[in-house]
Every structure is written in structure tokens, then in C-alpha cells.
């Protein structure tokens, strides 16, 4: 019997339900409403751009995004996406929704006078809590409130002893680079900065500079890969497990430091104990790896700059030797001298971006997350977004640091003179933040950049940028950005320093 002679009744027994059928009809209906919401989404007057894809779900767009992180060309390839009116795009990315800015205005919205609409998120807290605990970069509301107005104390200024324990480190630093030996910048920046706000922050070194071995480094370094890695798929990331050798080395080592610490305090009651062991744990490690990452990568790419302009070290010298000298460890007085992610709580809108024209608000719904690509100390920094909903928005702090409309027509220029006659404006420039998520340790992780700077060329009256053959580089094309937790170079700095002749 053919198929136009079957009665309904008949067709009815004949159509059998199997798996693939029934694939082929979710597939359609999800191909439906998916063209339903792209048509949709395209026409609403609240919305920012849509970057064009073609495959469903923006499978295609999502492709080219990892082909960009994985050739480091992400952050060119997100700047001509940008250059829209109002700064501001939408792309659909496995069906999450992905906002992106790098207008001030948006930038200042989400992080200070809409502040309260944007949070963390519960997906981000639990991710990280292995490595960060309930310290401020990882909660909201009166849980982040209460452990900033502790951890305030301890690092939002530069004590005295500082200087004292910074020199310590500094000199096996100089000690390691005098061996007329070339060496990985970052490896060496790493174990400087680790070495130090583990001394400062715990009263016991990592000691990583004097050894081969070292643990807490490559447990924290561990822990960062992984989340990192976590993060990118968002809401089943907080399922997965986290690293359980490298955080029991973690523990290990801050308890310790945590009990040596304890044991000078006045005695407590055991509630209260508790509670300042855990905030103290995971604030202090939590800000101790903040400083240490954005501090050596920030350091990194200013010698891999300086290696390639060998004048402005020649300036930086007099600088150095007008207002210090090279036979006097610096003060801060003359130091002075011379030279995120969010999830939106409730629902509200970013000021600009939507629209034709890019000047109109955009809707954010609850649920929506924010991560930044951001610029640390005049560097470069990227926090991947925590993307457990369906929309997420990146802030791109080095976009806005590299356009010419805010910055100048050497915006892509490695310039220190610039800052002779260019004053940004509050939102153009965001090196630690601005609003209530500022980093508290901002004026700990500047001293260390400074003081260090200025005693590695108070010994040292050159520094040579090297390729992986060990021959001299000058000039070149410039190095590529790796897309990580933080911004890195993408290939090994090799530099080697060299004393006057």
C-alpha cells in the first residue's frame, strides 16, 4: 500500500517515533526559536549590535572566538568588532548572549553608580572558592562588606617594613640576574612577587627565587589554569571538581602561616577565632594572588618595552641617578618623585550602546554576568565572565585604553612621555578599578613595581630582549597577547641584563 492511500487512522499506526525523528524535530523547533529570537532580539531598539553569524546559536561565531584566544589574536580581533557606534556589541555565542564595551560611561555604570545591580555571582564564588574562599573577590552584599572592612587593614597602605622586606627578595632577584645568563622575565617576575607578598602578608616566604622546587607556586598556578578553564562554560564549571593536590598544598601552607599567626593575637573566643581564620585565609591568599599575577605580568611587559627602547632606559637612569642615586636604596618619598566579573542582581541597563546610532540605554536583565578585559598598571589584564545565564557582558579595559579618539594617535605606542600632557579622565583609565570594588592593595602593588624597577637599573645599565636562539632582538613585530585568567605574553620573554662596562 503507498503511502497517499493510507487513511489518517492508518498513517497514524505506521508513523513509528524513533530516536532520530524525534532529533530531527527538537532540531527543528530549536532552529525555529532561535530564528524567532534572533529576529527578535535584531529589531528591539534596547539592544546593542549584533555582530553577523550564521549558524544557529552562533556556533560559528564561537568557533572563531576560540580560534582567536588559541592564534592570541582575540584583542584585535575584538577591536574591529567594537568600532561601532557606541562601543557596544551583542554576540551570540552557544546561545549565551555576550555584551561587549569598551565605553567609559558603561564601564563607570557597572562598576560604581549602578553598582548595586552587578555582583559576582554564586557560579564565580564557587569556582574560585578553592583558591579564593569567601574573600571579596569571590562574594557579594554583606558577606563582601564585611570581609573588605577587615582585610582594609591590612593592606590598603605600604608599611614601613615593607621596603625593608621587599629589599630582601629584590636582592636575591639582582643575585640571579647577575649571572651574565639569559632568562624567562615571567619565571623570574613570578617568583619575585610570590616571594614577596607571601613574606608580607603570612611573615613566611614562599622562598621560590633560592630553589628549583616550588610547591605553592605551581599549586596556585594550577588552580588559576583550571578555574580559568572552568569558567569558560559557565553554570556546570561550578559542577566540576577543583584541583584537590593543589589546594591541599594551599591549605597546608596558609595554615601554618595562618596558626603562626594566631598565636600572637590576644586571645578570643573560639567563634570569633574562627570566623577571622577563615575570612583571613581566603582574604589574604586572595589578595596576595592578585598582587602577585597582575604584579609580575605588569612587570614582564614593561622590561619586555624597555628592552626594545633602550633610550627611555637611558632616561630612566638619570631619573634614577638625579633623585636616588645608585649607591642608596630609594624612599618612598623619592619613588614618588619620579616616575573584573560581575552579575547583574535585579533588572537594570547600561547608559549607551544600544540603538543605531549607539547612544540609546541597554536593557540588562537579572542574571546577566559581567567579566573585564582589563589594563593593570598601564599593562594588560584579562577576567574571564562567569557565564552560568544566558548573557554575559565583557568590559574591555585595554580597548579603552587603546583608542585613539580617548588616548591620542600613539594610543598602540609603548610612550611613558605621554603622561607629560595626557590626563584621562577617571573611566578611561581604570589600571586597579575605580568605585567600590577598587583594589585595596593598589598602593602595595605599585610600591613593588616601582621599588623594583628602580633598583634593577640602579644595578644594572641595560637590559637586552632576546629570540628563542638566544640571538639579540631590536625592533620587530610586537608580542601577541595570551588570553588566560590575566593578559600574558604570549611567547617567553628572555631578557639578559648587563652592568656598566
Not at 499506526?13 to 524535530?25: Q, S
Not at 587593614?153 to 643575585?175: C, F, G, M, Q
Amino acid at each position: 500500500m503507498s503511502f497517499e492511500m493510507l487513511s489518517l487512522p492508518e498513517l497514524k499506526e505506521n508513523i513509528v517515533p524513533t530516536p532520530r525523528v524525534l532529533m530531527g524535530i527538537v532540531l527543528m523547533v530549536g532552529i525555529i526559536v532561535w530564528s524567532l529570537q534572533h529576529h527578535l532580539s535584531t529589531r528591539s531598539s534596547k539592544s546593542a549590535p549584533s555582530v553577523p553569524y550564521w549558524a544557529p546559536f552562533g556556533i560559528d561565531l564561537f568557533v572563531t572566538a576560540i580560534n582567536r584566544i588559541y592564534s592570541h589574536d582575540f584583542f584585535a580581533w575584538t577591536r574591529q568588532i567594537l568600532d561601532v557606534p557606541g562601543r557596544t556589541v551583542s554576540m551570540n555565542l552557544l546561545g549565551i548572549k555576550l555584551l561587549m564595551t569598551d565605553d567609559p560611561e558603561n564601564t563607570k555604570a557597572v562598576l560604581s553608580t549602578k553598582f548595586v545591580d552587578f555582583g559576582k555571582g554564586e557560579a564565580f564564588h564557587k569556582i574560585w572558592r578553592d583558591l579564593m574562599f569567601d574573600s571579596i573577590f569571590a562574594t557579594d552584599g554583606a558577606l563582601w562588606h564585611d570581609n573588605k572592612d577587615l582585610l582594609r587593614n591590612h593592606t590598603a597602605k605600604s608599611r614601613p617594613t615593607d621596603y625593608a622586606v621587599s629589599e630582601r627578595h629584590v636582592t636575591a632577584l639582582i643575585r640571579n640576574l647577575s649571572d651574565g645568563d639569559s632568562h624567562d622575565c615571567l619565571d623570574q617576575m613570578d617568583r619575585f612577587i610570590l616571594d614577596v607578598v607571601s613574606d608580607v602578608f603570612f611573615g613566611e616566604t614562599a622562598g621560590t627565587l633560592s630553589t628549583e622546587l616550588q610547591p605553592l607556586r605551581d599549586a596556585v598556578e594550577e588552580m588559576y589554569i583550571w578555574n580559568t578553564q572552568r569558567i569558560l562554560i559557565g553554570k556546570l564549571g561550578a559542577l566540576l571538581p577543583g584541583t584537590a593536590k593543589a589546594s591541599a598544598v594551599l591549605v597546608k601552607y596558609l595554615d601554618r602561616a595562618i596558626d603562626q599567626a594566631m598565636r600572637v593575637q590576644d586571645k578570643e573566643a573560639d567563634g570569633e577565632l574562627d570566623r577571622k581564620q577563615n575570612t583571613l585565609l581566603g582574604s589574604l591568599i586572595s589578595q596576595g594572588t592578585s598582587v602577585k599575577d597582575p604584579g609580575s605580568i605588569t612587570l614582564v611587559w614593561a622590561f619586555y618595552e624597555l628592552a626594545r627602547n633602550p633610550q627611555v632606559v637611558k632616561e630612566l637612569r638619570k631619573e634614577i641617578e638625579a633623585i636616588v642615586g645608585f649607591s642608596k636604596l630609594p624612599t618612598a618619598a623619592q619613588l614618588k618623585m619620579g616616575f573584573n566579573i560581575r552579575t547583574a542582581l535585579r533588572d537594570t541597563a547600561l547608559p549607551v550602546g544600544g540603538g543605531s546610532l549607539g547612544k540609546d540605554s541597554i536593557q540588562i536583565p537579572k542574571g546577566t554576568h559581567v567579566g573585564t578585559l582589563e589594563l593593570v598598571s598601564g599593562r594588560r589584564r584579562f577576567t574571564l565572565a562567569d557565564c552560568n545565564n544566558t548573557e554575559s557582558i565583557v568590559m574591555s579595559y585595554i580597548g579603552t585604553q587603546r583608542r585613539h579618539d580617548l588616548v591620542g594617535p600613539t594610543a598602540d605606542d609603548f610612550d611613558p612621555s605621554r603622561w607629560d600632557n595626557w590626563t584621562p579622565k577617571t573611566w578611561e583609565f581604570l589600571p586597579f578599578n575605580h568605585g567600590p570594588r577598587i583594589c585595596l592593595g593598589r598602593n602595595f602593588a605599585w610600591m613593588q613595581m616601582e621599588y623594583l624597577i628602580c633598583r634593577v637599573f640602579q644595578e644594572f645599565a641595560s637590559v637586552e630582549l632576546l629570540g628563542e636562539n638566544g640571538e639579540l632582538m631590536i625592533g620587530g613585530e610586537e608580542m601577541k597577547i595570551k588570553i588566560a585568567l590575566n593578559t600574558k605574553p604570549a611567547k617567553p620573554v628572555i631578557v639578559k641584563f648587563a652592568r656598566q662596562a
